[in-house]
């Protein structure tokens, strides 16, 4: 069974910085890829960042572009969502995601296999 925890989440003012991490466990974790998703209060969950694991492709959503930076640590199966020049529109619930095989794009949640309980980020103005 494969577990994915999610951590670093909280309370940071507008402008402010976080580090998200997921760490990836299990008897015989291999995995295509991992990304990170939000769900803000009555929206639907969004794609924010998504890494593969071999040749290191990486994708951003527009609206973190230039702020969020995903990077991955093969050796510890963990990957992180640095968080610069938070807006409160970054306020959600977010979640990481890992899938075990290629399947062409990052961005679908219905692309992944396993998810992560998630962690909370709230962005004060």
């Known amino acids: 069974q494969v577990q994915l925890v999610e951590s670093g989440g909280g309370l940071v003012q507008a402008g402010g910085s976080l580090r998200l991490s997921c760490a990836a466990s299990g008897r015989t974790f291999s995995s295509d890829a991992m990304s990170w998703f939000r769900q803000a209060p009555g929206k639907e969950r969004e794609f924010v960042a998504g890494?593969?694991?071999?040749?290191?492709?990486?994708a951003y959503a527009d609206s973190v572009k230039g702020r969020f930076t995903i990077s991955r640590d093969n050796a510890r199966n963990t990957v992180y969502l640095q968080m610069n020049s938070l807006k409160p529109e970054d306020t959600a619930i977010y979640y990481c995601?890992?899938?075990?095989?290629?399947?062409?794009?990052?961005?679908?949640?219905?692309?992944?296999?396993?998810w992560g309980q998630g962690t909370q980020v709230t962005v004060s103005s």
């Open positions: 890494i593969r694991w071999t040749g290191g492709t990486i």
């Open positions: 995601a890992a899938r075990k095989y290629y399947k062409g794009s990052l961005l679908g949640l219905n692309l992944y296999d396993y």
